[in-house]
């Protein structure tokens, strides 16, 4: 997978920068090379986890457990206790730490470290925790082959190549930053310039730097187009692309006025990584997330007359299973064996895929960051002023999708059940507006209505 390690795209100095820091894959290799034997000297374990703040290190313990064929879980480094133990017993992960200055123990990192894999293989290369609409968050199984695909079919669409320098500032706990953001680097051979965070004035500065492929997810993309300045500078760039969430048509339209660039969308989830994108060169429409990518076929499952209904699909890049939760796997899938991803599309008449909305309002896409609206309301009720909660997520200009969370509580403040959520998930789930409420509205089987929540006072 990681074709640029093998040498055949030459090396150099700034070949992986993040976050100010660089490397050359050399350097990489010889400190992945490092996390390799270390995991080689665990012994037998079902994976390794490691807290994937935006660093070489990072970097150096995937590319290290590839090479050891160990599967790695990447902790959100700001998870709070509850969410960091969950992650922990859930997948049996052993944490490890990682010295980017440490060498594997022999003097040359070619003679040290494993033989770069280049097969394709069924064995899971990573564990990345994900929300369901209910409940803690589930472990999606990616094998090697998965990714593999993936990655060549984006090359393939996106005409990605060695001759590009990829610029982002995405978190490294998740398919957009990691398996596009760092292994696509590392599978094209092109240039990585990771920003350490998502900023306008970050991505300007790495357009000086060459850049020429920018991945972003909408609120990354709507804060550039309202800096002019920062826009502008990437006009020099070969390709813009949205995703983890639906692009605002007046933030495309902002970018292409501000950039020249008309971005290209693509569609994804955990466990099923891309599948549908744009094309560089291509027609690229507004609201519009492309075509299936290469080996991916959909379907839409609609009503008898209705032209939208939930997007299914098969296909090479789809995950191996929730780890430990066959049931939970076997529901994800149809009867004959399609991926139910829980999004409502409409195909034109062209074959260009369209995202309209989500079959539960238990989703959440917040930041291009996916919630569970379940998770949130568990961490709300261990609080002990809070009697109920409902979450939701109402419609936010910055991050799509804002946090709200309704609760019954007396004593407590608003600010400390956010502080609450932030400190025991992850800051990112932390709801944005807390709301007292006398009862959360329930139907005759008692359960929540939460479409009335917004009708309120
Ligand atoms: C604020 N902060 C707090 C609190 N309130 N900390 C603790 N307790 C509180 N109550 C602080 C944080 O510590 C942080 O501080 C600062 O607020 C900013 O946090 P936040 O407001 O959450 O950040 P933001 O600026 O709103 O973030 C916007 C973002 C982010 C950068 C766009 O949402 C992001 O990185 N999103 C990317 C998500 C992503 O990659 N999704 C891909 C999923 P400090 O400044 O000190 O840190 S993969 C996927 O979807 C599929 C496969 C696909 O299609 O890609
Ligand atoms: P996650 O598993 O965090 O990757 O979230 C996957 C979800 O993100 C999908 O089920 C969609 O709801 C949403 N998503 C990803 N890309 C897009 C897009 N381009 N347009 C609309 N929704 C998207």
New binding site residues.
Partial sequence: MLTALTGVFGDRADAVSVAGRTASYEELLGAAGAVAADLAALGPVRAFAVTATPSLETVAAVVGGLLAGVPCVPLPPDAGPAERDHILRDSGARPIDVDFARRAPAASAATAVPAVPAAVSEEPALILY?SGTAGAPKGVVLSTAAITADLDALADAWEWSAQDTLVHGLPLF???GLVLGVLGALRTGSRLVHTGRPTPEAYAQAAAAGGSLYFGVPTVWSRIAAAPQAAAALAGARLLV??????PTPVFRDLERLTGHRPV???????TLITVSGRAGGEVRPGA?GTPLTGIRTRIAAEPGAEIGELQLVGPTLFSGYLGRPEATAAAFTEDGWFR???IAAVDGDGVHR?VG?ASTD?I?SGG??IGAGEIENALLDHPRVQEAAVIGVPDADLGERIVAFVVAEGVTGAELTDFVATHLSVHKRPREVRFIAAVPRNAMGKPQKRLLLDGP
């Fill in positions: 994900t998740h398919v957009h949205s995703g983890s969430a639906a692009l969308e693509r569609y994804g989830m955990t466990e997330v991803t829980g999004d995202i989500r989703m896409k960051y996916r």
